[in-house]
């Protein structure tokens, strides 16, 4: 099982940026397809981003396409999200997870992290 530790979350107005990171223990985090997914209140937790065990492929949701970008470095066990033109709708809970088939989390991969909380203001 992976543990996975999210920060870089924060208070920004519309428009700005952030950079998301995800810590994760265990010598198989290369093994991995990593996303990040996201809750808003009251909604259902929702794919974002993902990427590849190397990092050769990148997968975004149509509602975050060209903003974020996601990469990883396997040596830091780390993946990063960057998030620019930040709207007031990605306001949210983001979550680091390993991935599966169909950009879902893969099935039994132990525990989500406590999350970092994003919040954009208008």
């Known amino acids: 099982q992976v543990q996975l530790v999210e920060s870089g979350g924060g208070f920004v107005q519309a428009g700005g940026s952030l950079r998301l990171s995800c810590a994760a223990s265990?010598?198989?985090?290369?093994?991995?397809?990593m996303g990040w997914f996201r809750q808003a209140p009251g909604k259902e937790r929702e794919f974002v981003n993902g990427?590849?065990?190397?990092?050769?492929?990148?997968y975004y949701a149509d509602s975050v396409k060209g903003r974020f970008t996601i990469s990883r470095d396997n040596a830091k066990n780390t993946v990063y999200l960057q998030m620019n033109s930040l709207k007031p709708e990605d306001t949210a809970v983001y979550y680091c997870?390993?991935?599966?088939?169909?950009?879902?989390?893969?099935?039994?991969?132990?525990?989500w992290g406590q999350g970092t909380q994003v919040t954009v203001s208008s």
């Open positions: 997870a390993p991935m599966g088939e169909g950009l879902l989390p893969l099935s039994g991969f132990g525990s």
């Open positions: 265990g010598r198989t985090f290369s093994m991995y397809s």
């Open positions: 990427i590849s065990w190397d990092g050769g492929s990148t």
